[in-house]
């Protein structure tokens, strides 16, 4: 029952969540729809975790999309063996792994260490936070653990399950032997996508690459003036 809930059901809802949650927040939270720079309030670390983080999680997608949207199949046709292929995953997806790691912890400390920052920081962004954590740290310690070529193949597992899923065809049989830390590396990415359209995270779908190199937006929390007592006639 659980493994028909987790590899099942659990995967649409999230869809359903991600998909509405994005219509909803843009129906009624149009200049929420931002990633909300504090720039203005620390830039020095925010550059360079922004930096590290950005890029770090772009090859990081990208190294999925090779090897779990793209079959086994593809890449045998094009003469590329497994060891071929175990090697440049692990040569993009280690360094791309730290790079956002690295850039999650500055940007983190960032959050907690400068108190203009922590005070203007909501609970989506602490939430944000917890599951891009857990996702990077379990994505690393999983690729550290099947260092070695003739590990675990997500390609057969993974894979398929996922594209499965796609195409509204899952197989929770192919998740059976998957280790526990590719499960729960996919169960918090179920996760992120859940929270999502509650989050900042939001802004990625509003110009992804010009994101990189674009001017931060900057964004203040503004406190209610008093109102001013009128002048006492005597």
């Known amino acids: 029952m659980l493994k028909q809930f987790l ?50 999680i772009l090859f990081v997608f990208i190294g999925h999309v090779m090897g779990i949207l793209i079959p086994e199949a593809v890449y045998e046709t094009m ?3 497994e060891e071929a292929y175990h090697l440049i995953a692990l040569a993009g997806g280690i360094p791309a792994g730290l790079a ?3 850039g999650l912890i500055i940007l983190t ?11 203007t920081s909501s ?14 740290l379990t994505g690393l310690f999983s690729t550290l653990l099947n260092i070695d070529s003739n590990g675990f193949d997500y390609r057969t597992t993974i894979g398929p ?9 899952p197989n929770p049989a192919y998740m059976e032997q998957v280790p526990i830390w590719f ?10 996508f859940a929270v999502w359209p509650f989050t900042r995270l939001v802004h990625v779908f509003s110009l992804p690459l010009r994101y990189l190199r674009r001017n931060y937006v900057v964004y203040r929390k503004r ?12």
Not at 113 to 118: D, P, Q, S
């Open 123 to 136: 609970r989506g962004d602490w939430i944000a936070l917890f599951f891009l954590a857990i996702v990077i």
């Open 183 to 192: 499960q729960i590396h996919i169960i918090a990415a179920l996760g992120i």
């Open 79 to 81: 003469g590329i063996s």
């Open 7 to 56: 590899w099942v059901i659990l995967p649409y809802v999230v869809l359903t969540i991600f998909i509405g949650g994005h219509i909803w927040r843009y129906q009624y939270d149009q200049f929420g729809w931002t990633s909300k720079s504090s720039e203005v309030l620390e830039k020095k670390q925010l550059r360079l975790g922004s930096l590290l983080f950005h890029w770090g």
């Open 161 to 169: 399950w996922f594209r499965g899923v796609l195409m509204f065809r």
């Open 100 to 102: 956002a790691l690295i």
């Open 109 to 119: 400390r960032r959050r907690i260490a400068v108190k203009r920052v922590r005070v």
């Open 223 to 234: 406190m209610p003036k008093q109102a001013e007592q009128p002048n006492s006639i005597h």
